[in-house]
């Protein structure tokens, strides 16, 4: 019988700095603001007959380079049903409710979620772990992401191997 262990990481260096604005309506948002984000994951495999789960490296390196990839970026939800983003030149247009605000490109990652919120966030992460070919090759039970954007204020979201959900 296969013995399954939970390896929790949550290292000093995933995080990253973003400026963005959730968006509670058609008609509501907040003003354009930033946080320090934090992640963590924990990731549920069998213990292999060299009593390792898997190479955690592999998620440190990906987790890592994901935080790299949105630091010190304005964050825009592409999926975002309230959002009308246009390219003008080197600037993001985006409407909302009446009002277009310019946003440098070479400042703005678009993500495609829709909304900057910890929940969509850790969805984010998950997505692109769950979808990386050295990931996918692991024998992973369940895969747990959580994205926080303040001390007390986290958003989680998991990938379980026998559940019918994919992401996506």
Known sequence: ?????AIDLS????????????IFSSTERER???HNFRVSARITAPVGDNGLCFNYQIFKDKLRELCVELDEYTLIPEASPFL?????GSYYNIEFNGEVMK???SDTQLLPVRNISVEELAYFFLS????????NDLNLQTVEIKVASGPEQWGNCVWDSASPYKLG
Request: glycine letters at 2%; a negative charge; aromatic letters at 8%.
């Open 103 to 105: 946003l440098l490109r």
């Open 32 to 34: 354009l603001h930033g």
């Open 1 to 5: 019988m296969a013995r399954l262990t």
């Open 11 to 22: 290292k000093e260096y995933l995080h990253f700095s973003a400026a963005h604005f959730t």
């Open 84 to 88: 009308d983003i246009t390219i003008q």
């Open 128 to 135: 692109q772990l769950v979808e990386d070919p050295l990931v």
